[in-house]
């Protein structure tokens, strides 16, 4: 009975939309990489870390909370949900059971918007909607379903965040994009990003200023992660 609540805890709490988006709201360029982490790759897209890592370096650093972000697949997160799953429940009664981190479903989506292909970070969502089955293929959809108008209202309708990926990182400005996802409904940008690869870790000041400031004129959540892609979840590459 308690392994039968334990599962349906860490699984549930993956989904929880309000959880995040009331965590989005207190994001700040301190939140990562100690306290929060939602971009994060794995060998099962482009990164070079296990699933299972992933988990051990969050608990090792931390982390209260954070998303495994593969492209186009929630292979990594099932795998890392699973190895935390039962992480918990060998460590049932322990006080290193606190220290365990929220796991949410994640997926970064490629998505053509003003004629240029963006990038937009799935969260909370069910990872078994039919809304996603397009974007869980392995690669970029076609057709409609790689219009950002299409992936955002897919990723509701699965019932989770939609969230535009580094924005200062396109062939067209934050000032052009920001406002035009905001139209298209998104919900959230990723203010705290490190454009470069910086050791120790930080949002870039610059970019970081010019997201912040749109991200407030149009009322959208901040969201922060490492984009990670290479052995240390403390560092891009």
Same mark, same amino acid.
């Given at each position: 009975m308690a392994v039968d609540l334990a599962r349906h805890s860490v699984w549930s709490a993956a989904q929880d939309s309000l959880a995040l988006r009331a965590i989005f709201e207190t994001i700040t360029a301190e939140s990562c990489p100690y306290l929060f982490n939602f971009h994060i790759h794995t060998v099962c897209s482009d990164g070079k870390l296990q699933p299972e890592q992933v988990i051990e370096q969050a608990i090792a650093i931390g982390v209260q909370g954070l998303a495994i972000t593969d492209h186009h697949t929630v292979n990594g997160y099932r795998k890392a949900q699973e190895w935390l799953e039962n992480w918990l429940w060998s460590s049932f009664d322990t006080?290193?059971?606190?220290?365990?981190?929220?796991?949410?479903?994640?997926?970064?989506?490629?998505?053509?918007?003003?004629?240029i292909e963006v990038h937009i970070?799935?969260? $909370?969502?069910?990872?078994?909607?039919?809304?996603?089955?397009?974007?869980?293929? /392995? &690669?970029? +959809? =076609?057709? !409609? $379903?790689?219009?950002?108008?299409?992936?955002?209202?897919?990723?509701?309708?699965? /019932? &989770?965040? +939609? =969230?535009? !990926?580094?924005?200062?990182?396109?062939?067209?400005?934050?000032?052009?994009?920001?406002?035009?996802?905001?139209?298209?409904?998104?919900?959230?940008?990723?203010?705290?990003?490190?454009?470069?690869?910086?050791?120790?870790?930080?949002?870039?000041?610059?970019?970081?200023?010019?997201?912040?400031?749109?991200?407030?004129?149009?009322?959208?959540?901040?969201?922060?992660?490492?984009?990670?892609?290479?052995?240390?979840?403390?560092?891009?590459?």
């Amino acid at each position: 009975m308690a392994v039968d609540l334990a599962r349906h805890s860490v699984w549930s709490a993956a989904q929880d939309s309000l959880a995040l988006r009331a965590i989005f709201e207190t994001i700040t360029a301190e939140s990562c990489p100690y306290l929060f982490n939602f971009h994060i790759h794995t060998v099962c897209s482009d990164g070079k870390l296990q699933p299972e890592q992933v988990i051990e370096q969050a608990i090792a650093i931390g982390v209260q909370g954070l998303a495994i972000t593969d492209h186009h697949t929630v292979n990594g997160y099932r795998k890392a949900q699973e190895w935390l799953e039962n992480w918990l429940w060998s460590s049932f009664d322990t006080p290193r059971a606190c220290n365990a981190p929220t796991l949410w479903t994640g997926m970064e989506i490629n998505a053509e918007m003003l004629g240029i292909e963006v990038h937009i970070l799935a969260y $909370a969502f069910d990872p078994d909607h039919g809304a996603l089955r397009p974007y869980q293929q /392995g &690669g970029t +959809a =076609v057709g !409609a $379903a790689y219009r950002a108008e299409r992936v955002i209202q897919s990723i509701h309708e699965a /019932g &989770g965040l +939609a =969230v535009l !990926a580094h924005p200062a990182r396109y062939r067209r400005s934050p000032a052009m994009l920001i406002p035009e996802a905001s139209r298209l409904g998104i919900d959230g940008i990723e203010t705290y990003y490190a454009y470069g690869n910086p050791s120790p870790w930080e949002p870039s000041p610059k970019q970081m200023m010019e997201v912040s400031a749109l991200g407030t004129m149009y009322g959208l959540l901040n969201t922060c992660g490492t984009d990670t892609h290479g052995l240390r979840l403390m560092q891009r590459l």
